[in-house]
């Protein structure tokens, strides 16, 4: 009987295991394409965490399950379970899983975010190389192409290629190669968020952050406020252009030839209308900021 209970154990254990796997493999289908070298890791820690919180789930549901149809008292047995207490084993064992499941969850995704090497506003502690797993992802180039300067503000993002003294309100970026930018916000705090790559930063006012990560995919992705930054702050979103280094560098040099013009604002666009139709809902608004002039608008 002792022995068909431990197989039965290992068999359960085995089972869970098999659909926990599975579970973890079907998360990587719910997010965006990997667009980012860093996509790849975080779509890795959170493979891990739906794997292992798959497992306790069912464990867990499956010990009550089996505990209401197999263990349950009788219908009119209304007598007390024999008191159990003092039982030492059972309590470092509960204590014991937790703190080691905490530690491995912990040590797990800092070394994640380490590898990641995005730096962020405390780059003096992260280490600044990737992983040798993963650094056929990024090909050869370890350097910043160039340090592009992004600028947040009611309502708008504004992006500066200083070395081709370009500005765009669409942010173009070369594939495989290290992007570092130099991120500023013109008033309240707002959020850098591109779901293809996995990325947020925070922006606050009157910091420089540098940011750093590597494209890996072309296409044309979005970049979204990720902080509640206002009235229009749903319209604070644009494009991300990921293109070959020889499309960038054609784009720079397009873009560099054309005179600034005031770019297409939604947030001043629906506020202009809003003010000419008389259209007042009783609540404050904060007036958007100008529409910037940029060589490139989106």
């Known amino acids: 009987m002792k022995i068909r209970n431990i197989l039965i154990l290992i068999g359960c254990a085995i089972a869970l295991t098999g659909a926990s796997l599975w579970m973890g493999e079907q998360a990587y289908s719910w997010f965006p394409p990997q667009a980012a070298a860093e996509s790849k890791l975080i ?3 959170f493979s891990f965490l739906v794997t292992l919180g798959t497992f306790i789930f069912l464990g867990v549901t499956g010990t009550v399950i089996y505990s209401i149809i197999f263990h349950r008292a009788g219908k009119y ?25 905490v530690l491995w969850i912990a040590t797990y995704s800092y070394n994640i975010y380490a590898e990641m090497a995005i730096q962020g506003p405390m780059e003096a502690m992260h280490i600044h190389t990737m992983a040798s797993a993963h650094a056929a992802t990024m090909e050869s180039t370890t350097e910043p192409v160039e340090k592009i300067e992004v600028l947040a503000k009611q309502w708008a993002w ?20 290290r992007i570092s930018l130099a991120l500023q ?14 990325l947020k930063q925070d922006i606050v ?31 604070m979103q ?4 990921v293109e070959s280094i020889e499309d960038y560098n054609h784009w720079l040099k397009l873009a560099a030839t054309q ?20 259209f007042t809902t009783g609540y404050p608004t904060v007036v958007p900021a100008p529409p910037p002039l940029v060589n490139f608008p989106s």
Request: hydrophobic fraction near 35%; proline fraction near 9%.
């Open 259 to 278: 005179k600034p013009v005031p770019a297409n604002n939604q947030a001043a666009n629906e506020y202009a209308q809003k003010i000419k139709g008389g």
């Open 205 to 235: 006012p009157k910091q420089t952050i540098d940011f750093e990560f590597t494209p890996i995919r072309p296409g044309k992705y979005r970049l979204r406020d990720s902080q509640f930054s206002g009235t229009y702050f749903a319209a």
């Open 158 to 177: 504004v992006f500066r290629y200083p070395n081709q003294n370009v500005t765009s309100t669409e942010l173009h970026l070369p594939v495989n190669r």
């Open 77 to 101: 047995d209304t007598s007390d379970g024999p008191p159990i207490e003092g039982n030492i084993t059972l309590e470092v064992v509960w204590t014991t899983i937790p703190i080691l499941l």
């Open 43 to 45: 779509d890795e820690l």
């Open 185 to 198: 916000s013109a008033d309240v705090l707002h959020g850098f968020y591109i779901p293809a790559f996995r």
């Open 238 to 241: 644009t494009d991300v252009v």
